[in-house]
């Protein structure tokens, strides 16, 4: 009922900046929280940055004063500009959505996840 389309990723040297994109699509009737994960090589799946229906905020520590989340509501779109990227900052990046759909005739409330986009920031 609902996907989620991911975009931006790529290989940025030190010090560089990337925009991920994560359009949301289907039958969506609202979207609550939207966020960003990321998933390092042998490491566990991460929280990077998740942002409210009313535009509250909350980052990682690793990444607060250099990344930054936004969305457009009418699009159904989330964003992550990620500027000063680290080689630490490697890794796989997902988004997610907390969202109610029409489901038949009624509202269901589910949580989706994009494929993933591969961020690599070489040294």
């Known amino acids: 009922q609902v996907q989620l389309v991911e975009s931006g990723g790529g290989l940025v040297q030190a010090g560089g900046s990337l925009r991920l994109s994560c359009a949301a699509s289907g039958r969506i009737f609202s979207i609550y929280a939207m966020g960003w994960y990321r998933q390092a090589l042998g490491k566990q799946r991460e929280l990077v940055a998740a942002i409210t229906s009313g535009g509250s905020t909350n980052f990682a520590d690793a990444v607060k004063g250099r990344f930054t989340i936004s969305r457009d509501n009418a699009k159904n779109t989330v964003y992550l500009q990620m500027n000063s990227l680290e080689p630490e900052d490697t890794a796989v990046y997902y988004c997610?959505?907390?969202?109610?759909?029409?489901?038949?005739?009624?509202?269901?409330?589910?949580?989706?996840w994009g494929q993933g986009t591969e961020v690599t920031v070489s040294s």
């Open positions: 997610n959505i907390d969202c109610r759909y029409y489901y038949s005739t009624s509202l269901r409330r589910g949580d989706y």
